[in-house]
Structure formats: structure tokens, C-alpha cells
T-cell receptor, first 115, second 117 residues
Framework: AQSVTQLDSQVPVFEEAPVELRCNYS??????LFWYVQYPNQGLQLLLK??????LVESINGFEAEFNKSQTSFHLRKPSVHISDTAEYFC?????????????FGAGTILRVKS | GAVVSQHPSRVICKSGTSVKIECRSL??????MFWYRQFPKQSLMLMAT?????????EQGVEKDKFLINHASLTLSTLTVTSAHPEDSSFYIC?????????????FGPGTRLTVL
């Protein structure tokens, strides 16, 4: 079975400051890794994903995450946040085998960007 | 990205009644749909996985007779909460997936807030 731990339930940060949202996972098999974002009153949107290859993946809005196999982590970072980044962020994993296999989510981290 | 809708967005019902929630993929054919439940300040918990035209696969601990799932077409899945009770009050979220490359991407609906009085 897989599990995901997001160590921070809330992260307050000032606008233009850097931020890191932590995610650790546990799995006995190889997994794909995902970050989803949920803006207020909206559904989850895929932010970025790691499938294979380069361990550093980037999103179109400046976020990046690095897969660290030895530390079983997939932390999300952004060098300079905006007010519009305020949202809840979910880390998730899925087993590599079997198309359609389920996602296992962390509890979520609420990012609050203050001006 | 792909769009998934849910209807209704909010529903309040009396204890003992049944509630149907619809999940639609608006611009793609979803071979697989997932239903999640989210309690306040908790993670999304998968309830069941459904493939078009076949019976849903329920996660351990989820009562299939209470949470009826139908996936009759490639664009529509429904979740019916039968004989709802206050403990069924929760945020229900669906996602839809179509095979794409190495890993299918799930597109999520906006969720349905169910309150059972």
C-alpha cells in the first residue's frame, strides 16, 4: 500500500517570498508522483507530475518539484509567490503498473500568501 | 485541460432520502471515473473506481449498496447515496480519466457538498 504525508497543514508566506511545501511518500513499489492544486470553490487541477526521466519537473506558473528517491520526497517549491497562488495543494502518488490505478492523496497543505 | 462537471454543487436532504450526484466529462471520453469523499481538513479518500459499462470496484469499507455507482456512458457517471444519514454528510468529488501516455491523468470535478439533516 502507498501513503502520502504532507507535513504542513498550513503555510503562511508573504508575497514575493519563496515557499516550499513538503511531501513524503511510502511505497513498496515504484510510483508516479503528482501535485494538484485546489483554488477556493473549484475542483482539483493537476499542477505537475513526475513519471520518469529528469527528477526536476516544472509547471507553467513557476512551481517546481524534485523527486528524491532516497528520501522518498517530492517537495514543491516556488522562488517567488503571488497572492493568486493562495490555494490548497495536494501531493499524490500512483503505482506505476496498471492503467487506471488509484491515486493516494496527502492531507493537503493550505498556502496563504499575504501582501 | 479537460473539463469535468458535477451536479449539483450543493444539496441538502432529509435523513432517509436518496441523493443522486452526476459527474460529466465535457470534452473527452472518460474510460474510467473515480469517486472520492473528502472530510473537513482531511485528504481525499477514494470510494470506488468505475469503468464504462462495467460494475464499479469499491474500496474496502465502502458499502456498495449504500453508494450506488453507475457509469452508463463514456461521459457520465452517477453516485447515488441511498437512505442518507447525517454521517454521510461530506464533500464528494469525482474525477475522470482517459488513457494518455504512460500515466493516465485524472481530471477532477468541482465537488458536491452533501448535507444530510
Amino acid at each position: 500500500a502507498q501513503s502520502v504525508t504532507q507535513l504542513d497543514s498550513q503555510v503562511p508566506v508573504f508575497e514575493e517570498a519563496p515557499v516550499e511545501l513538503r511531501c513524503n511518500y511510502s511505497s513498496s513499489v515504484s510510483v508516479y508522483l503528482f501535485w494538484y492544486v485546489q483554488y477556493p470553490n473549484q475542483g482539483l487541477q493537476l499542477l505537475l507530475k513526475y513519471l520518469s526521466g529528469s527528477t526536476l519537473v516544472e509547471s507553467i506558473n513557476g512551481f517546481e518539484a524534485e523527486f528524491n528517491k532516497s528520501q522518498t520526497s517530492f517537495h514543491l517549491r516556488k522562488p517567488s509567490v503571488h497572492i493568486s497562488d493562495t490555494a490548497e495543494y495536494f501531493c499524490a502518488v500512483r503505482r506505476k503498473k496498471e492503467y487506471g490505478n488509484k491515486l493516494v492523496f496527502g492531507a493537503g497543505t493550505i498556502l496563504r500568501v499575504k501582501s | 485541460g479537460a473539463v469535468v462537471s458535477q451536479h449539483p454543487s450543493r444539496v441538502i436532504c432529509k435523513s432517509g432520502t436518496s441523493v443522486k450526484i452526476e459527474c460529466r466529462s465535457l470534452d473527452f471520453q472518460a474510460t474510467t471515473m473515480f469517486w472520492y469523499r473528502q472530510f473537513p481538513k482531511q485528504s481525499l479518500m477514494l470510494m470506488a473506481t468505475s469503468n464504462e459499462g462495467s460494475k464499479a470496484t469499491y474500496e474496502q469499507g465502502v458499502e456498495k449498496d449504500k453508494f450506488l455507482i453507475n457509469h452508463a456512458s463514456l461521459t457520465l457517471s452517477t453516485l447515488t447515496v441511498t437512505s442518507a444519514h447525517p454521517e454521510d454528510s461530506s464533500f464528494y468529488i469525482c474525477s475522470a480519466s482517459s488513457k494518455s501516455g504512460m500515466a493516465d491523468t485524472q481530471y477532477f470535478g468541482p465537488g458536491t457538498r452533501l448535507t444530510v439533516l
